[in-house]
Structure formats: structure tokens, C-alpha cells
């Protein structure tokens, strides 16, 4: 049989092109996977900055006995507080406020477990306390110790 020549076909079949698709798909959900482990990773480590930066900030201002007054931290709903006096949580006493990260606040319970942080003036010392910080499957301790020093 002689019939027509065959013309030459050039490109790639169907399967192939579907072969080619899936293995691309399941290349970006891994990738989006670890992608977004990475951000909860982040915004976990961002929350504990956040808090050392504001203990180290009112232990620097109660050492440098700025405005002869005690520098403190505490939590109000939904705002990080930095306090000025020997005080306890009072929005009486509020310098500034950092907005908190409802998400890890909620999972840390802050509302009841956050402690009220104050440092005495000159020495920057405190009670020995304790902060963790929980989000998802992740904990992280904030420890102070009676001289201020903060470690985390």
C-alpha cells in the first residue's frame, strides 16, 4: 500500500503536555507549603520582637532614669503598653501602645497569662518573670530575671 506519505508531525502529543502540567502543579504546592510554613514561622518570630523590643526599651528608660519615674510592659486588649510609674495595668499610665498580633495573643492567652513588667529605676531590676509566646504548633519563652536581664 502506497497511499500518502506520512507527513512529519512536530510538537508534543497530549500526554506529554499533561505529564508536563502535573508535574509543574505539584512543584508549586510544595513550593506554597513551604511557603506559607515560612510566613507563620516569621510572624511568630516578629510577635517575640516585638515584646523583647518593648521590655528593652522600658528597662533602658528605667535605667537611664528617664523622667525620674519606674518603666513598665503590660497587655491590654489588644495592644502591647508601655507604662510609666510603679504601677500596675492602668490606661492611666500608658506611653505608648504597640498593636499585638491577635492571632498569637489569643493562642498565648495574654489577656490572663501576660504579667505586668515594671523596672525600677537605676538598676532596671524586676521580679523574675516569665512569657510565652504561642502560635500553632510553636513556643517561645521570654524569661526575665531579677537584675532585668531579659533572654529569649
Not at 523590643?53 to 523622667?67: C, G, H, T, V, Y
Not at 492602668?90 to 498565648?108: F, G, I, L, P, Q
Request: proline share 2%; net charge negative; hydrophobic share 45%.
Amino acid at each position: 500500500m502506497s497511499g500518502l506519505p506520512r507527513a512529519r508531525s512536530s510538537g508534543f502529543t497530549l500526554l506529554e503536555l499533561i505529564v508536563t502540567v502535573a508535574i509543574f502543579s505539584i512543584l508549586i504546592t510544595l513550593g506554597l507549603f513551604m511557603s506559607f510554613e515560612t510566613f507563620r514561622g516569621a510572624s511568630h518570630r516578629s510577635e517575640v520582637d516585638v515584646i523583647v523590643s518593648l521590655f528593652q526599651k522600658a528597662r533602658s528608660r528605667a535605667m537611664n532614669n528617664i523622667e525620674q519615674s519606674t518603666w513598665g510592659v503590660c497587655y491590654i486588649a489588644p495592644n502591647y503598653v508601655l507604662l510609666k510609674g510603679l504601677v500596675a495595668c492602668d490606661v492611666a499610665y500608658v506611653v505608648d501602645t504597640v498593636k499585638a498580633n491577635e492571632v498569637v495573643a489569643a493562642a498565648s492567652d495574654f489577656n490572663t497569662m501576660f504579667p505586668v513588667v515594671i523596672f525600677l529605676q537605676l538598676s532596671g531590676s524586676t521580679d523574675e518573670t516569665t512569657v510565652e509566646v504561642k502560635q500553632n504548633a510553636r513556643t517561645s519563652t521570654i524569661s526575665i530575671n531579677e537584675a532585668g536581664t531579659i533572654i529569649w
